[in-house]
Nanobody, 124 residues
Framework: QVQLVESGGGLVQAGGSLRLSCAAS????????MGWFRQAPGKEREFVAA????????AYADSVKGRFTISRDNAKSTVYLQMNSLKPEDTAVYYC?????????????????WGQGTQVTVSS
């Protein structure tokens, strides 16, 4: 089992920045590919960003490319999502997830473990 706990969400004005963190406990963190997803009210969950086990390979949704950066620190068992130039449409609950897979995983159905989510609200 892997437990994932997100933090760092909050209220920010458009154009601002936030950094989300996801701390993992349980099995060896470096054995998991990690991803971030989000879900806005009334909408489907959507992929945001993913990285492979080392963090050397990343993938992003087109809507966040160039604004968000995913990274991980395997020594701290933590994955991060740096979010810059935030827009009101980025408002959502953000979830981190872990997959016992190689590579970058963009399909949410493949992930094995999920955090409880953290709310990000961007005001205009």
């Amino acid at each position: 089992q892997v437990q994932l706990v997100e933090s760092g969400g909050g209220l920010v004005q458009a154009g601002g920045s936030l950094r989300l963190s996801c701390a993992a406990s349980g099995r060896t963190f470096s054995g998991y590919s990690m991803g971030w997803f989000r879900q806005a009210p009334g909408k489907e969950r959507e992929f945001v960003a993913a990285c492979n086990r080392s963090g050397g390979s990343t993938a992003y949704a087109d809507s966040v490319k160039g604004r968000f950066t995913i990274s991980r620190d395997n020594a701290k068992s933590t994955v991060y999502l740096q979010m810059n130039s935030l827009k009101p449409e980025d408002t959502a609950v953000y979830y981190c997830a872990g997959a016992r897979r190689r590579g970058t995983v963009v399909d949410g159905d493949v992930y094995d473990y999920w955090g409880q989510g953290t709310q990000v609200t961007v005001s205009s």
